[in-house]
């Protein structure tokens, strides 16, 4: 049994279960909802607690019916209320929600108009709003973003560092074979020096915006941009290196003596050439006439 490979697959899952949830906090859509909401108040205890997300999904508010949980926009509240329906009922043809907490005693007061609601709650993630609030404050956002980004970015440096030696030691100088069979894109130290400049001014700055408006979307974007700064550095180090060491092992000192050994062996050939047609010595006698075997036709007698 591969322990290894067995590993890696649980650490796998083991991450996808954790990113998934954040995943769906910040795009609502894959799941086909619209809307994500760190629940405040214990009114709907035990169903849904204080640090729960619940995630809504808008809906006709004719299929909405009693028992259903909803999210909708109370007036005069700066947040809105997710509370569940206990009765439906019509207000000047429109339709309206009586709603009321499952740790609550009592109904709300008034009742809800349809277009205030904002959708049924679809899923409850438990305790995943305590990170995100967390994140809010400076100590979270540094401990829950900043330190693993750092450490994620120095051990990719390092294995970069590492791949880069193990290259320098292993690979031979690329010789001129002419042009190959399968068609690839070649990048330039230059091009790469570019890339980077960019990405050193670009980083510091989505890193602020990201620490100040502490959003999935500014965040995703730090985190990116700082994986491309990442992977442009580590090839424009390839780069390098092996620039280095090829001007190391194949210097203009290599290049004379190449020139030199070349220019030698050219003279033993023209030596040995000479010398050959000097001793040659032109036949004078006649051929014998003679067959390599089998008998004369008579026609040639």
Do not use: C
Not at 117 to 125: D, E, K, M
Not at 188 to 195: E, I, K, P, Q, V
Not at 204 to 222: C, D, G, H, M, N
Not at 261 to 271: F, K, Q, S, V, Y
């Amino acid at each position: 049994m591969n322990y290894r490979k067995t590993a890696n697959v649980l650490g796998l899952l083991a991450l996808i279960a954790i990113v998934l949830p954040f995943v769906i906090y910040a795009v609502p859509g894959v799941i086909g909802a619209e809307y994500s909401f760190v629940v405040l108040t214990g009114s709907m205890a035990p169903a849904i607690d204080p640090g729960d997300v619940v995630v809504v999904g808008e809906t006709d508010p004719a299929t909405i019916e009693s028992g259903d949980v909803i999210t909708f926009a109370r007036e005069g509240a700066d947040a809105p209320v997710t509370h569940r329906v206990v009765g439906v009922a019509s207000v000047g043809g429109e339709l309206a929600f009586e709603t009321k907490g499952d740790a609550n005693s009592e109904v709300d007061a008034g009742l809800v108009p349809a277009g205030n609601v904002l959708g049924v709650v679809v899923l409850t993630i438990p305790y995943l709003g305590y990170v995100i609030q967390m994140t809010n404050s400076t100590a979270g956002f540094l401990l829950l973003v900043v330190v693993p980004i750092v450490l994620f970015v120095a051990s990719e440096l390092w294995a970069l560092f590492r791949s880069a030696r193990k290259d320098g030691q292993k690979t031979s100088p690329a010789t001129d074979s002419g042009a190959g069979d399968d068609e690839t894109i070649a990048l330039s130290a230059s091009d790469l020096t570019l890339s980077g400049g960019i990405l050193l001014l670009v980083v510091p700055y989505v890193a602020y915006v990201a620490f100040e408006l502490r959003t999935a979307l500014s965040i995703a974007v730090a985190v990116a941009a700082t994986l491309s700064l990442l992977a442009v550095g580590g090839l424009w180090f390839g780069t390098r290196r092996d620039a280095v060491d090829s001007t190391h092992r194949f210097g203009p000192e290599a290049d004379s003596r190449r020139s030199d050994e070349r220019d030698h062996g050219d003279g033993d050939a023209n030596a040995g050439a000479e010398a050959t047609f000097e001793t040659f010595v032109p036949a004078t006698a006649e051929p014998t006439a003679t067959t390599d075997g089998g008998e004369a036709e008579e026609g040639s007698r």
